[in-house]
């Protein structure tokens, strides 16, 4: 089992900055793809950034330019850097990682910390 800690939430103006941090801890063989997802009120759960252990990066269009996904392998941890918030990104944004055990691939998910952009 793997568990993931998100911490960094909170209440920003437009306009302001947030950076959000995941730790993932537990029965730890290789942790492959580690990103973020975020679900606002009415919406359907979408991914923000996506980040491979080798380095690769996806982003959704919206945040391209304002957001940033990095990680450090050694210590099982992703971030997320938020610049120019706008309202919205409000949402509850959820860490997430794919967990490779030896022989299968599951996904693991955080609680979600809530982020809330002001007008």
């Known amino acids: 089992q793997v568990q993931l800690v998100e911490s960094g939430g909170g209440l920003v103006q437009a306009g302001g900055s947030l950076r959000l941090s995941c730790a993932a801890s537990g029965s730890i063989f290789s942790i492959n793809a580690m990103g973020w997802y975020r679900q606002a009120p009415g919406k359907q759960r979408e991914l923000v950034a996506a980040m491979s252990s080798g380095g690769s990066i996806n982003y959704v269009d919206s945040v391209k330019g304002r957001f940033t996904i990095s990680r450090v392998n050694a210590n099982n941890t992703v971030y997320l850097g938020m610049n120019s918030l706008k309202p919205e990104d409000t949402a509850v944004y959820y860490c997430?990682?794919?967990?490779?055990?030896?022989?299968?691939?599951?996904?693991?998910w955080g609680q979600g910390t809530q982020v809330t952009v002001s007008s």
């Open positions: 997430t990682c794919t967990h490779y055990d030896g022989k299968y691939e599951y996904d693991y």
